[in-house]
């Protein structure tokens, strides 16, 4: 069966640290891989997107990695802030007209000082 | 970026009512609209692709009927939840891509509660 899965539990770390997020799926064959951020109560807001033929992408303190043999991208967020506290939702695009996306179920980072 | 509104934020219905909800692209057209479900700790679920000017697709197990979509122009698409129960509660999301290839756009989502 199909499965995308994230660290189901919050990753808690210090201000100034990496963050280091896991998005493992199985049974997909994903043109592209984004990650959201979704704040309680909100819309995902959209972070980064990486395609299959891409490594690494990076933005500012963000950074995605995507290994299709291993079926997993990996984001980190260098010099973390509080304000960095949210949950991470990575949802991958199998058709690569991000139409229909498939969500993990997101991991909560808190950020402290 | 691009935005995409959603109307209401929240809504507290009695069953057996029907809420609409609207979603918006506010500075593109957007052919396609998605409709998204979430409950409280779980992941964001597709229920139903909007066409402008067609007929909505739905995805396996989600009520065409229940769950009704109008695309009726290019910036605007609604879901109307039809006899609702307490069961329907959830965060509804609606999203639009701008272009292709590129990433999607996500209205603030609209809380509804069914008492």
């Known amino acids: 069966s199909q499965k995308i899965e994230q660290n189901s539990e919050a990753l808690n770390i210090q201000e100034g640290k990496t963050a280091t997020l896991t998005c493992n799926y199985t049974n997909y064959s994903p043109a592209y891989l984004q990650w959201y951020r979704q704040d309680p109560g909100r819309g995902p807001v959209f972070l980064l997107l990486i395609r299959e033929n891409e490594k690494e992408k990076r933005k500012e303190r963000l950074k995605v990695t995507f290994d299709t043999t291993l079926k997993q991208s990996l984001f980190h967020i260098t010099a973390s802030q509080p304000a960095d506290s949210a949950t991470y939702l990575c949802?991958?695009?199998?058709?690569?007209?991000?139409?229909?996306?498939?969500f993990g179920t997101g991991t909560r980072l808190q950020v402290t000082l | 970026g691009a935005v995409v509104s959603q109307h209401p934020s929240w809504v507290i219905c009695k069953s057996g009512t029907s809420v609409k909800i609207e979603c918006r692209s506010l500075d593109f057209q957007a052919t396609t609209m998605f409709w998204y479900r979430q409950f409280p700790k779980q992941s964001l679920m597709l229920m139903a692709t909007s066409n402008e000017g067609s007929k909505a697709t739905y995805e396996q197990g989600v009520e065409k009927d229940k769950f009704l979509i109008n695309h009726a122009s290019l910036t605007l698409s609604t879901l109307t939840v039809t006899s609702a129960h307490p069961e329907d509660s959830s965060f509804y999301i609606c999203s639009a891509p701008k272009n292709m290839n590129t990433e999607a756009f996500f209205g603030q989502g609209t809380r509804l509660t069914v008492v």
């Open positions: 949802a991958l695009d199998e058709t690569g007209t991000a139409s229909k996306l498939t």
